[in-house]
């Protein structure tokens, strides 16, 4: 019986213990340091507009959840953004079977109506080049410029820019000066770089009434860079704001560029012979031109066409660095120096002419220019890259502001990341971070670049912003 | 042997109580003296401790007990404050026979839960990719025999057999329009074989007209038991259409899980003062053989699905245990203890689902002895750790508090035996 004394004793001494908890205490309420993030503004482009899956849309709060959106809710202040009004919005790409298949959801008409006269938060601006914010200094035909330019382009349509043209334009950079931001992230100047890129290595020129030629997508120069980009800071500096700049990545790091190889043609013996057969012409003329000393050997031995029977034959691409040869196409093989263009990934082996075999694109008719960075062309895209980014380093560190090294990090994306069990990478589609249009992270994506922002924040700032778990964001929508 | 048996399974579940998944309440007296009892072998818990010590067991000896353990985990993420881990309260259970055949050999018996692991999350927890739910279960069963070579030696060998059921659940990272994430269930259960071997040493007495002082040593060897798991079932829910041919509704799988090794040194020292007290002093040193649970990985039975293969790389360990047992009048006793424990788990390995920590352990205990053919034990353990590591592979960094309450109570039955010599009768 007295044994019972001691199970009471237990039972006793259990009731007392089973209440013990071991909570931690809640974080410490957001604390700027040496930073201000009463009024957050972000200038930018596509990435900082929340653009994904080739569309501004929201059908899954993708635009709800742009990247500055996120660093806003974690610094706890309000951040207005011109949100699209329906879920399809602009249009955007979709996955309808892992094959994979994608098709384009038509956007709605209206859903960039925008109330001018709201005060947002968010400038960034899909489509729009560091040199078309800020009017070149000492060119009259600047201003309009950019104004047609920045007018025309329906994602920048929440800003006044000044229509119909009689009136006065109004730059980007003037809604930067009267933005009385206390923080900022710019993360301008990837369609400086990137516009040309992804047009091939084309300049877009375009003939407009009245003002001349202008080239769309041309690498904007350094210096024109340089003076551009200062004149931003400039402005967030004069308001005395803190902020943080992001580098622009390279375009070898995303998989609009990687995606496509450039080898994918499977040819059977007697299908390569015929088709080499085609090419004894091209081939014989490029011995004559060389036998005539127009062309060096290695040239000649670039050029040659010849398919094997095997499952990896090289497309043929036009490539406009070739000598040009009269009576002979600028064309050769591609290498796998050579990135084709993600979009061009439904036209490799197609028949472009239906009742003509010999008209398959990249067998019979070589790649369009625009579809493939050959290349010369990667090597120039990069090397611009890297002047601009010293650039952004130089007048980030002149004006004093923190710098998100987005270059480098999107290099380390493609070489793996995981975040609480879930790995991530560059990979199209399986990568899990980029969205369906291979430039544009998706939302999962963007988290991942604001957790960086907000590294680097605190890093600089002595701030304590939490970074947000990015599972809780939603990735890729599968069929 | 039958309820024996069905009590078992609804003694499950349990969790961790030492470095790893490895329980340490196979005895209530044990849990009171900080684990220490591979150098004692005063119960019928020793089939356990060291099968060598049977031998010094007269008649037939029972110690049956249960322990209640109540754990509390709380963790910390850079991006979540106060996330908590449900761990449920946990019986496990032990079973020990003993039984002299002749002068010279024993029999015994054992059912415990060896080894085990309980924790769960709330299905949308910042973790739950790495794990939402994981339940781990053991029981052995060990037929044990003792041999008498000499007064003071003794050895025991035993057979173990072990049973384990497995099972994990986590969110699989992929969505569709109408879902945000999948789940993947596995399940699984399995049995494996082993040994435990022991000797035994009463190596000196000092014996004075009033008194008497016992010396001895004890060395045990619990072998690792390698458990295959080769029925188990993956239950993929919620997954996009698309991607079902890789996650289908059911797939088999095969695992193995391996439950370590235990070299066990130990002695103890007990002063006896004629019928009026004793106090006992034990001490044991534990290397547990944690470095045979080098990977878990899972080998699906459906091509298409990425086969899972996790990296643990746990190290060997050493656990250090004291306790000290005083005995008024051969009637009552107070037992104290403490045992420091390694953690096999090494920085950048730290998984949510085992927040495991190198710590000091504090245990206490009564006994009371009703009369000489049953007496009582209470015991009580309590842990306290925190630690802050990653787990590198998942990119997932926490930081860790974690409480346990153990109340355990066993009871011991004697009989069959002469009955016991007066100390002074003694000789």
Redesign the interface.
């Known amino acids: 019986m ?2 019972l004394k ?2 009471g ?2 039972i006793v ?2 009731g007392l ?2 209440c ?8 410490d309420a957001t604390n700027g340091g040496a930073a201000n993030f009463t009024t957050y503004i972000a200038v930018g482009n596509s990435l900082t507009q929340g653009y994904q899956d080739g569309g501004l849309h929201n059908e899954y709060n993708q635009q709800d959840n742009s990247f500055p959106a996120i660093i806003a809710k974690q610094m706890g202040t309000s951040f207005v953004q011109p949100t699209v009004k329906s879920a399809d919005g602009s249009g955007y790409r979709k ?1 309808l ?2 094959a994979p298949n994608i098709t384009t959801v038509a956007g709605v008409s209206g859903w960039n109506n925008w109330d001018k006269n709201a005060k947002y938060n968010n400038l960034g601006i899909a489509g729009v080049k560091l040199t078309d914010c800020v009017p070149t200094a000492g060119d009259p035909f600047s201003p309009t410029i950019n104004q047609v330019v920045t007018s025309g382009n329906p994602f920048g349509n929440f800003l006044e820019f000044g229509v119909p043209l009689s009136t006065p334009p109004v730059s980007y950079l003037e809604y930067v000066k009267q933005s009385s931001a206390t923080f900022f992230t710019c993360w301008l100047g990837n369609n400086d770089v990137l516009g040309w890129a992804t047009a091939g290595g084309d300049n877009g020129t375009t003939t407009i009434p009245g003002l001349g030629t202008l080239n769309l997508s041309e690498l904007t120069p350094v210096s024109v860079f340089r003076v551009k980009y200062d004149s931003i800071l400039d402005a967030f500096q004069a308001m005395g704001a803190k902020g943080v700049c992001a580098t622009l990545p390279d375009v070898t790091s995303i998989p609009y560029f990687t995606t496509v190889p450039h080898n994918p043609i499977p040819m059977d013996a007697a299908t390569a012979s015929q088709t080499n057969s085609a090419y004894t012409s091209y081939n014989g003329g490029l011995d004559s031109y060389q036998a005539g000393g127009a062309i060096s050997a290695a040239e000649v031995s670039r050029r040659k066409i010849n398919f094997t029977a095997s499952s990896s034959n090289a497309i043929v691409i036009e490539d406009e660095s070739l000598t040009t040869l009269p009576g002979l196409p600028n064309i050769r093989q591609a290498t796998a120096a050579d990135l084709i263009i993600l979009p061009a990934s439904s036209d490799i082996g197609r028949q472009l002419d239906p009742s003509n075999p010999a008209s398959i694109y990249g067998v019979g008719v070589a790649f369009a220019d625009s579809l493939v960075l050959t290349e010369a062309e990667v090597a120039e895209v990069q090397s611009h890259t890297n002047m601009l980014n010293n650039e952004i380093r130089t007048s980030a560190s002149n004006h004093g502001v923190a710098l998100a090294d987005m270059y480098s990090y999107m290099f380390e994306l493609q070489a793996g ?6 790995e991530y990478g560059a990979k199209y589609i399986e990568g ?1 971070a980029f969205s369906l249009d291979g430039v544009h992270p998706n939302t999962r994506g963007y988290a991942i670049i604001a957790n960086k922002f907000i590294e680097t924040i605190n890093s600089y700032y002595g701030s304590n912003l ?4 990015v ?2 964001y ?6 | 042997m039958k309820r024996i048996i069905l009590s078992a399974i609804i003694a499950a579940p349990m969790l961790c109580l030492a470095g790893g998944f490895q329980l340490n309440v196979q005895g209530v007296k044990a849990i009171a003296m900080g684990g220490a009892f591979t150098g004692i072998g005063s119960d019928a818990s020793t089939v356990f401790f060291n099968p060598g010590g049977m031998s010094n067991l007269q008649g037939h000896n029972v110690t049956a007990g249960f322990s209640f353990i109540t754990p509390s985990v709380s963790l910390q993420t850079p991006e979540t404050a106060n996330i908590n881990q449900t761990s449920p309260n946990a019986t496990p259970f032990h079973v020990y026979y003993s039984g002299q055949l002749t002068d010279k050999i024993t029999l015994g018996f054992l059912v415990n839960n060896q080894f085990g692991s309980v924790s769960s999350f709330e299905d949308d927890w910042q973790g739950r990719n790495i794990i939402q739910n994981i339940s781990l279960k053991s029981f052995m069963f060990q037929p044990t025999i003792a041999y008498k070579i000499h007064d003071k030696v003794s050895v025991g060998a035993g057979f173990v057999y072990g049973l384990g059921t497995f099972s994990t659940e986590k969110a699989v990272p992929v969505g569709s329009a109408t879902t945000t994430e999948g789940q993947a269930r596995l399940e699984g259960s399995g049995d494996g074989v082993g040994f435990n071997v022991g000797v035994f040493s009463n190596i000196y007495s000092i014996k004075k007209e009033t008194s008497t002082t016992d010396f001895k040593l004890g060395v045990s060897y619990r072998s690792k038991i390698a458990i295959d798991l080769t029925n188990g079932e993956a239950v993929f829910k919620d997954i996009p259409v698309s991607l079902q041919s890789k996650f289908p509704a059911k797939t088999g799988f095969v695992s193995k899980l391996t439950l370590p090794s235990v070299f066990t040194a130990g002695f103890s020292v007990k002063h006896t003062k004629n019928e009026k007290y004793s106090i006992e002093f034990a001490y044991d040193l534990n290397l547990t053989g944690w470095s045979s649970y080098d990977t878990l990985a899972f080998d699906f039975e459906n091509s298409d699905t990425p086969d899972s293969k996790t990296t643990k790389d746990w190290q060997d360990v050493l656990t250090h245990r004291f306790g000290v047992d005083f005995t008024y009048k051969e009637k009552y006793s107070v037992r104290l203890g403490a045992y420091y424990d390694n953690s096999p788990i090494k920085d950048g390995y730290l998984s949510p689902e085992l927040p495991d920590a190198t710590q000091l352990a504090y245990t206490a205990g009564l006994a009371y002895k009703v009369n000489d053919m049953v007496s009582v034990d209470f015991g009580y353990i309590r842990q306290s750790a925190e630690r802050e590591s990653s787990l590198d592979a998942a990119g997932f960094t926490a930081k860790y508090r974690r409480k346990v309450n153990v109340f355990s109570l066993g009871v011991n039955l004697k009989f069959g035996a002469p009955k016991a010599p007066k100390i002074e009768d003694a000789n």
Do not use: C, H, W
């Not at chain 1, 990341?417 to 879930?422: A, E, H, I, R």
């Open positions: 007295k044994s001691y199970i004793l237990g001494a259990l213990f089973s013990t908890k071991t909570e931690y205490e809640e974080f996955l079977s892992l990341m995981t975040f609480d069990g879930v899990g939490k970074p947000v778990p599972q809780n939603r990735g890729i929508i599968f069929p």
